[in-house]
């Protein structure tokens, strides 16, 4: 069974800056969709970025535009999400996925592929 990892969540101080990776060995996510997700304790699942194939753009959700950059590195077949100016509420698990799709409103819409998810804390 195809999975992707995360890795690089951990502790930060609010105002911190995070980098996320996501990366596979099963697949050659260039040729992929790949989006990020997190999810809180007690709230739902939301799509936090994008990366299509279709067009080469990037997309975010509202609550992290600004902040949170997606970004690929096709020789290491990882995709990135750098953090910045992390705020107590984007303290959540985050996993990444992948799909032959498309991006909708800053989430990828359906994906086939995901990771088990890392812990993303802001706390001081």
């Known amino acids: 069974q195809v999975q992707l990892v995360e890795s690089g969540g951990g502790l930060v101080q609010p105002g911190g800056s995070l980098t996320l990776s996501c990366t596979t060995s099963?697949?050659?996510?260039?040729?992929?969709?790949v989006g990020w997700f997190r999810q809180a304790p007690g709230k739902e699942r939301e799509g936090v970025s994008c990366?299509?194939?279709?067009?080469?753009?990037?997309y975010y959700a509202d609550s992290v535009k600004g902040r949170f950059t997606i970004s690929r590195d096709n020789a290491k077949n990882t995709v990135y999400l750098q953090m910045n100016n992390l705020e107590p509420k984007d303290t959540a698990v985050y996993f990444c996925?992948?799909?032959?799709?498309?991006?909708?409103?800053?989430?990828?819409?359906?994906?086939?592929?995901r990771g088990q998810g890392t812990q993303v804390t802001v706390s001081s």
């Open positions: 990366s299509s194939v279709l067009n080469g753009q990037s």
């Open positions: 996925a992948a799909g032959d799709y498309y991006c909708s409103g800053g989430k990828i819409a359906e994906y086939d592929y």
């Open positions: 099963k697949l050659t996510l260039d040729y992929y969709v």
